[in-house]
T-cell receptor, first 113, second 113 residues
């Protein structure tokens, strides 16, 4: 069965600092991978997705993620954090043939002024 | 504008009651999902449906059932609500192909007293 693990339930960075949120997946065949963001009191929205076209994926709001098959990872980064990036971030995986969309435990990002 | 609509934002029910949570999508999506979201646990999949009358159990189906009689509507049923089912419930939908974005409703905050 597929699974996804996010390392660190809380990450705190200073404004302007690098953001790195970690995600590792478990699957015998590389799945499709997603990052979603949830702002306070709002629903989830898609940040970016990996569907095998390119290993470095760019998303909205300056975020990007790199798929590394050898490390079974799909870490999310942003070069310079903004206060508005404070939110909860979820990594998710679904098999290539479609089916269940499975989420990680989430990482809450705090941005200090 | 694409939409996934959950029938209630907030619900308060008594222990032992039968509870129905309704979700409707207007995007002609094949896949529909029910998740519960709890702090520190992320989004956990309760049930998944990929077609009318078809369903698959997710990671935590115990105490829940689902119904999908029409393509656009996916209902979550708590046969006999218990206090440990107090949670935020999220509905989502997506196309059948795995590489497409899932769209989420705003969530239903259910409190069982």
């Amino acid at each position: 069965a597929q699974s996804v693990t996010q390392l660190g339930s809380h990450v705190s960075v200073s404004e302007g600092a690098l953001v790195l949120l970690r995600c590792n997946y478990s699957s015998s065949v590389p799945p499709y991978l997603f990052w979603y963001v949830q702002y306070p009191n709002q629903g989830l929205q898609l940040l970016l997705k990996y569907t095998s076209a390119a290993t470095l994926v760019k998303g909205i709001n300056g975020f990007e993620a790199e798929f590394k098959k050898s490390e079974t990872s799909f870490h999310l980064t942003k070069p310079s954090a903004h206060m508005s990036d404070a939110a909860e971030y979820f990594c998710a995986v679904t098999p290539r043939q479609g089916g269940k969309l499975i989420f990680g435990q989430g990482t809450e990002l705090s941005v200090k002024p | 504008d694409v939409k996934v609509t959950q029938s209630s934002r907030y619900l308060v029910k008594r222990t032992g009651e039968k509870v129905f949570l309704e979700c409707v999508q207007d995007m002609d999506h094949e896949n529909m999902f029910w998740y519960r979201q709890d702090p520190g646990l992320g989004l956990r999949l309760i049930y998944f449906s990929y077609d009318v009358k078809m369903k698959e159990k997710g990671d935590i189906p115990e105490g829940y059932s689902v119904s999908r009689e029409k393509k656009e509507r996916f209902s979550l049923i708590l046969e006999s609500a218990s206090t440990n089912q107090t949670s935020m419930y999220l509905c989502a939908s997506s196309l059948l192909q795995g590489n497409t974005e899932a769209f989420f409703g705003q969530g239903t905050r259910l409190t069982v007293v």
